[in-house]
């Protein structure tokens, strides 16, 4: 890096949960965290081949132990963005209880590691794509409501097709100001 001032034909900002933080006059989400818990299961077929699964009406998902890294399993609450998770990690009792009737196996598993995911959310939960109203050189790309990484490919894509015009970005996506009254 030198202290020259660079010029480019365009500029995009696809910078995860700082996003709002670096253009607070637009709404293109808020950062948000949850936390998953890794849970040690040495006894149970958890491994790769393992589904994952989601229950929506009850708020939690998981999926199997990945590279030794214990069985995940999230209740699908918000919590404070970028705070880690109290030392050492517990299950939360709602999700023990979740646990000891939907899988009594792991009721009783001990917590190996917690990790807060700290993320963007919309209040739509629609990713976030759109120019700068004040710069149309200027890009945003962002809002991933905590699916970015399962939708990186597709969205990628995407978002590369609309950079390069080759496609207009969906309405849906678009940024607007941030409305300044409640
Ligand atoms: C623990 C955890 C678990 C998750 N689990 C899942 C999951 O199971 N499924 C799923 O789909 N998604 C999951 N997510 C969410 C997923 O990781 C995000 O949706 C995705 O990473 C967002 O991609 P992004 O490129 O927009 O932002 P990021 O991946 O956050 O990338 C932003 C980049 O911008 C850089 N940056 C920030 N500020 C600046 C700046 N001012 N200047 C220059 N660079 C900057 C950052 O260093 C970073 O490299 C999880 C996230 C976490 C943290």
């Known amino acids: 890096m030198d202290d020259a001032e660079h010029r480019a034909d365009l500029t995009v900002w696809a910078v995860g949960a700082a996003l709002p933080g670096i253009f607070p006059e637009l709404a293109c989400g808020r950062p948000a965290g949850q936390v998953s818990y890794y849970l040690d299961s040495p006894a149970l077929p958890c491994g790769p081949g393992a589904p994952a699964w989601l229950d929506l009406g009850r708020a939690m998902y998981g999926i ?38 939907r899988f009594p196996a792991l009721a009783g598993a001990p917590v190996l590691a917690a990790e807060t995911c700290t993320y963007t959310t919309t209040e739509n939960e629609e990713f976030v794509l759109g120019r700068h109203p004040a710069a149309p050189t200027v890009w945003l790309v962002g809002g991933d409501s905590g699916h970015g990484f399962k939708n990186a490919p597709a969205w990628g894509s995407y978002v590369c097709d609309v950079l390069e015009g080759k496609t207009s970005p969906h309405p849906r996506w678009r940024l607007r100001p941030r409305a300044t009254t409640r």
């Not at 999230?74 to 999700?95: C, H, I, K, N, T």
């Open 64 to 101: 199997g132990a990945l590279s030794g890294a214990g069985v995940k399993v999230v209740p699908d609450v918000e919590a404070p963005p970028g705070v880690p998770p109290a030392s050492p990690p517990e299950l939360p009792g709602a999700a023990r209880a979740y646990l000891r009737q």
